[in-house]
């Protein structure tokens, strides 16, 4: 199984390389004295064929210098020139070539050792013995330096991994390859709900596929709580018929070795299994806790994102309207959908808001995803409505906006596109500070971008009066933030176009305008959507055309 290798003294299987039959029989009688298992060859041609077919390669092997088809150093070299069989010490003994020359010529070759005969019992004895110390000290040390980077590459796995499933997966997949053997990983996620997975053991760090969800709940294993409300891990023995859910199939149902670790106190720990048998050195338990606690410190960091995404989203959504004025001016439909559950949050805010000049309508997007642009959103759209109630027209707001920003020494920037439907007149007074410009669709399908702008927020430029537009009742305004259309590998001129395009074709209705143009630009989650349609009534207007 992984994780066992022989102690330094425990017997091997030697390949005995010899054209002499006698010689063959002594050294075989000597080795299988000493407990050593014995596989023989009378040539070069018939030893490298051997291991070449071997199932389970032999530990040493002893070769006589004079062969019938080659020498032994060529035997020699030909054995460590092949990365399978390189590792194997190769032990030369010869009757006739004992001279310092023939010597040397076999070490500088690749031999480990060199006997010349007569050997005494003892003496060749301590030599295998001494090379297999040798060569098994090295083949721990290569194993464990394997292990150790299949263990970065492990955690590097865990702290990728953006949502407690993942974690889950990664844990398992780690341990099966760390420690060749299959492993369960259970977890309890931010939210408070299990998440497990199983790793058959026959993956690697490109396959994926080997890992499964599981049924399993880290709390049910019943002495975990042996670890308490302390923080680090333990190594448990616990049979698995005592863990309800633990999964049939890949991990053998028997003793398991479970490593329980917790990065803080009184969280739920995290839970790796695998097979006892796998857990053989104290090489093997030092890798499952190492990777439990990166485990157990994945899961902390993710906790962490968690709360912070889940403020910031709290913060954000108690920031908009919840809900839109019924205004005889216009019908409105809004639609608002955050990135996707692992993407940080932004500040895309909308508003739309009744005043003594008539109906006004905002949609913004603060720089940035973070904590702190969310909280910038939740300013400027306070300081907005305020702006507004007391009257201001749009490109005043606009002006005041930046001042504000400037006076609190706001670290981020952001473009505001403001659309107030006048009252009096029916016109549209539209100012735009770097936003997406507005789209307007006449009752006759025609399709128009409002492109006057000015610079964004945040920076100290001035910003030019407002534009005036009339719009032909029954037309519909769209205005939306740059998540509908961004794509990458996509030119933003191309998206505006396809945009101008989709709204041509979809009804005058503002619902349907809404859900069209989410149906020809499908989120990609990876950034937050504000979008508004306007359906202009014409009811406001004093004077006829």
């Given at each position: 199984m992984a994780g066992q290798f022989p102690s330094d003294h425990s017997p091997a299987c030697v390949l005995v390389?010899?054209?002499?039959?006698?010689?063959?029989?002594?050294?075989?009688?000597?080795?299988?004295?000493?407990?050593?298992?014995?596989?023989?060859?009378?040539?070069?041609?018939?030893?490298?064929?051997?291991?070449?077919?071997?199932?389970?390669?032999?530990?040493?092997?002893?070769?006589?210098?004079?062969?019938?088809?080659?020498?032994?150093?060529?035997v020699c070299e030909r054995i460590k020139a092949d990365p399978a069989t390189a590792g194997i010490p190769v032990l030369h003994v010869s009757a006739s070539a004992i001279t310092v020359d023939d010597r040397t010529q076999g070490l500088n070759r690749g031999a480990d050792a060199y006997l010349t005969e007569p050997i005494a019992p003892d003496e060749l004895l301590a030599t295998v013995t001494a090379t297999l110390r040798y060569a098994r000290a090295r083949r721990r040390a290569e194993r464990l330096a394997d292990r150790l980077l299949h263990l970065n590459e492990a955690t590097l796995l865990l702290y990728s991994a953006d949502s407690a499933a993942g974690v889950a997966r990664a844990a398992a997949r780690g341990a099966s390859i760390v420690l060749g053997a299959p492993a369960v990983a259970a977890i309890i996620s931010p939210h408070g709900e299990p998440a497990s997975a199983v790793c058959d053991g026959a993956g690697g760090p490109s396959s994926p596929d080997a890992v499964a969800d599981a049924r399993l709940d880290a709390r049910d294993l019943p002495p975990h709580h042996e670890l308490g409300d302390r923080t680090g891990t333990r190594l448990l023995t616990v049979h698995a018929r005592e863990w309800p859910g633990f999964p049939s199939g890949p991990v053998p149902r028997d003793r398991l070795v479970v490593a329980v670790a917790r990065a803080k106190p009184g969280r739920q720990p995290v839970c790796l299994a695998v097979p006892a048998e796998t857990v053989s050195t104290s090489d093997d338990e030092q890798l499952l806790a190492q990777l439990a606690q990166a485990c157990a410190l994945a899961l902390e960091a993710l906790r962490s994102y968690t709360e912070e995404h889940d403020l910031a989203l709290t913060l954000q959504r108690s920031f908009l309207p919840e809900t839109l004025p019924d205004s005889h001016l216009a019908d409105l439909a809004v639609r608002y959908l955050p990135a996707s559950d692992h993407a940080e949050i932004g500040g895309d805010f909308y508003e739309a808001l009744p005043t003594r000049g008539g109906l006004l309508l905002a949609v913004g997007d603060v720089a940035g995803h973070s904590l702190d642009a969310a909280m910038l959103m939740g300013q400027v759209r306070h300081a907005l409505r305020a702006y507004a109630i007391e009257g201001h027209p749009p490109h005043d707001i606009l002006g005041r906006l930046d001042h504000l920003l400037t006076a609190v020494g706001a670290r981020l920037t952001l473009t505001l596109c403001i659309v107030l439907i006048d009252e009096a007149t029916g016109l549209l007074h539209i100012a735009n500070a770097g936003h997406l410009p507005p789209l307007l669709r006449t009752p006759d399908g025609q399709v128009r971008s409002l492109d006057e702008h000015g610079p964004l927020l945040g920076i100290?430029?001035?910003?030019?009066?407002?534009?005036?537009?009339?719009?032909?009742?029954?037309?519909?305004?769209?205005?939306?933030?740059?998540?509908?259309?961004?794509?990458?590998?996509?030119?933003?001129?191309?998206?505006?176009?396809?945009?101008?395009?989709a709204l041509g074709g979809l009804p005058a209705d503002v619902e349907s305008v809404c859900d069209g143009l989410l149906e020809a630009f499908p989120p990609n989650g990876e950034d937050d959507i504000a979008l508004m349609a306007v359906r202009l009534t014409g009811k406001g207007r004093s004077l006829t055309s």
């Open positions: 390389v010899d054209d002499n039959p006698t010689n063959r029989y002594v050294l075989r009688t000597t080795l299988s004295r000493a407990g050593h298992t014995v596989v023989e060859a009378e040539d070069g041609t018939g030893a490298l064929a051997l291991l070449k077919d071997a199932d389970a390669l032999p530990e040493v092997a002893v070769v006589d210098v004079r062969l019938p088809d080659m020498t032994g150093f060529e100290g430029l001035p910003h030019p009066v407002s534009t005036e537009v009339a719009p032909p009742p029954g037309s519909v305004l769209v205005m939306t933030t740059d998540g509908l259309v961004e794509r990458r590998r996509e030119n933003l001129e191309v998206s505006l176009e396809r945009l101008e395009s």
